[in-house]
């Protein structure tokens, strides 16, 4: 994944009431160009999601695609195209996001550099391993003229770039 944290959702649907419109109206936000109807999310459906992740496993669309329908007593829908295999798809990034900021972690920023070098603290970052999984290390934070830079562990040449990826401060 590319982009860690998902920008504000164009249409927030704060319930299961406001999700079941949204699915038997899906003209009002499917139909809006992009990424405005790519970009709604469902908090009830992100609960459901981590409920599923919770006590089945790993969430794959169209399983808890099913398995949402299966508890609600709603007919399947097309996997592909429908409102609410959208949906689960749309909010697979926003459950992410939500994880990451439960978790702490920010969007790095030079500022969150600055903050870091002045409070003699180390930053974590993470970021992608080679085997597609997560990886976090703690850096140093460097002053070099007027930029600050995260250095990894035992290197003086190499910095790590933070713009956009997930990043905590490290308590001294």
């Known amino acids: 994944m590319n982009r860690e944290f998902m920008p504000e959702p164009s249409l927030l ?20 160009p992009y990424p405005f109807g790519w970009m709604v999310k469902s908090v ?3 609960e459901q999601m981590n409920e599923y992740e919770r006590t089945v496993g790993y969430v794959y669309n169209v399983a808890v695609m099913r398995w949402i329908e299966q ?13 609410l295999s959208q949906l689960i ?15 702490g972690w920010q969007e790095g920023h030079e500022t969150m550099l600055v903050q870091a070098f ?12 080679l085997m597609g999984g997560k990886v976090s290390t703690v850096c140093s934070v460097v002053q070099l ?10 290197k ?14 490290v308590p001294a």
């Open 71 to 83: 508890r609600e007593g709603w007919e399947p829908s097309d996997e592909n195209g429908s409102p």
């Open 145 to 154: 003229g007027d930029r600050y830079y995260a250095r990894p562990p035992r």
């Open 89 to 103: 798809y749309n909010n697979q990034g926003f459950r992410w996001t939500d994880k990451l900021i439960a978790d």
């Open 156 to 169: 003086r040449k190499y910095h790590i770039l933070i713009d956009g990826k997930p990043v905590r401060l």
């Open 13 to 32: 649907l704060p319930d299961k009431a406001a999700t079941v419109h949204a699915m038997a109206h899906p003209e009002e936000w499917m139909k809006k």
């Open 44 to 46: 009830w459906l992100c």
């Open 118 to 129: 002045r409070e003699r603290k180390k930053i974590e970052v993470m970021s992608d391993n």
